[in-house]
């Protein structure tokens, strides 16, 4: 099982920006950033492969990089121009059993076996 850990969640204010990383503990075929307002359901935010191909919520794009540093198994999610509707509890997550996903399966969060803890990302008016 992989070991998951976000770091980088905050407040910030509307139109400002911010960046999440996750360390794993090891390799996997896919990872991704999800994230769960209240009251909401989880939705997928970003993803990527080991190979760095990228899928992206059509709510982010234009907004939001996914990154990873291979070497040191570490993923980043770089938010820029934050609005009040994307403050939720931002989750990491990879898939180490499916190593091919269509772009919609890659943000299906039933795809993925193992996630991290959460980081809050909170943005103010």
């Known amino acids: 099982q992989l070991h998951l850990v976000e770091s980088g969640g905050t407040s910030v204010e509307s139109g400002g920006s911010l960046e999440n990383s996750c360390v794993a503990s090891?390799?996997?075929?896919?990872m991704a950033w999800f994230r769960q307002a209240p009251g909401k359901e989880r939705e997928g935010v970003a993803s990527?492969?080991?190979?760095?191909?990228?899928d992206y919520a059509d709510s982010v794009k234009g907004r939001f990089t996914i990154s990873q540093d291979n070497a040191k198994n570490t993923l980043y999610l770089q938010m820029n121009g934050l609005k009040t509707e994307d403050t939720a509890m931002y989750y990491c997550?990879?898939?180490?059993?499916?190593?091919?996903?269509?772009?919609?399966?890659?943000?299906?969060?039933?795809?993925?076996?193992?996630w991290g803890q959460g980081t809050q990302v909170t943005v103010s008016s």
């Open positions: 990527i492969t080991r190979a760095g191909t990228t």
């Open positions: 090891r390799w996997y075929y896919y």
């Open positions: 997550a990879a898939n180490r059993v499916w190593p091919r996903l269509s772009t919609a399966a890659a943000l299906s969060q039933e795809n993925y076996q193992d």
